[in-house]
C-alpha cells in the first residue's frame, strides 16, 4: 500500500509541471462483471460467479506528449460476486469509492485511434450487504477477524477506442489487497469493466 501511495505522489507531481491548457477533464460510467478470488488456507472456493454491477464517476487526463498521458479518477465502482443457490442465490454486494492512477498510450490503427491503459488503484470501502433470498445484512467494516476490511488496492489493464470526444473501453481490474482480516482466509476481487467516457470541451 505505501509503495502504491508513493507512485501516485509522483506522478501527481510531474503532473504538475504540465501544459494545463492540454489537460481534459472526462465523465465516465459503465457495467461492472465481478468477482473474487476466494481461499480459506490452501483450498480454492470454485463455485463464485459474475456479479453484474456498476461505475460512474470523473476522470482528468494530463499529457506528457502526443501519444502518453496520465490519467487519475475518481469513481463510485461496485463489487462483490454471486453463488448459485437452491433455491436462493447469495449475492455479496460491495460499494467502493476508488482512484485509478492509470498511464494511457494512444495509437492510430489505421485512421483509428485506439488507446491502452495499465496502472494502480486505491479503493475505499463505504457499503455492503450480503443477500441470500430475503435475509440480508450489512458488512461490518474494520480491522477485526469477523470484520471486512475497508481498504482496496491492486492493478488495471483496459484498452478502447476513441471517437473524437467519445471512448469506449474494455477492463480488468485485479485486486491485490485481502478483504478479510483473517490470516487464513483471501478475499481478493476481481472486475471486469466496460465504460464510456466523454471529454468535455473536445466536441
Same mark, same amino acid.
Given at each position: ?25 472526462? %465523465? ?16 480454492? %472456493? ?50 467502493? %469509492? ?40 450489512? %458488512? ?64
Amino acid at each position: 500500500m505505501k509503495r502504491l501511495i508513493n507512485l501516485a505522489a509522483i506522478l501527481l507531481i510531474m503532473a504538475l509541471g504540465l501544459n494545463l491548457q492540454a489537460q481534459t477533464i472526462g %465523465v465516465k460510467a459503465g457495467l461492472n462483471f465481478s468477482n473474487m478470488l476466494i481461499k480459506a488456507g490452501d483450498n480454492k %472456493v470454485d463455485d463464485i460467479k459474475l456479479k453484474p454491477g456498476f461505475h460512474i464517476g470523473a476522470t482528468y487526463e494530463m499529457p506528457f506528449g502526443d501519444m502518453l498521458s496520465f490519467e487519475p479518477g475518481l469513481l463510485i465502482t461496485t463489487k462483490g460476486y454471486k453463488i448459485d443457490g437452491n433455491p436462493d442465490d447469495f449475492i455479496f454486494n460491495l460499494v467502493y %469509492v476508488e482512484i485509478p492512477l492509470n498511464a494511457k498510450t494512444y495509437f492510430d490503427l489505421g485512421g483509428i485511434e485506439v488507446y491502452a491503459i495499465a496502472g494502480p488503484y486505491l479503493g475505499l470501502g463505504v457499503t455492503g450487504k450480503g443477500k441470500l433470498g430475503d435475509n440480508s445484512e450489512d %458488512v461490518e467494516w474494520g480491522s477485526g477477524e469477523n470484520d471486512a476490511s475497508r481498504f482496496d488496492f491492486g492493478l488495471n489493464i483496459g484498452a478502447g477506442v476513441k471517437f473524437g470526444a467519445i471512448e469506449a473501453g474494455l477492463g480488468y481490474g485485479l485486486g491485490l489487497g485481502n478483504l478479510s482480516n483473517d490470516d487464513d482466509e483471501t478475499y481478493r476481487h476481481r472486475v471486469i469493466g466496460i465504460s464510456v467516457a466523454y471529454k468535455l470541451g473536445m466536441d
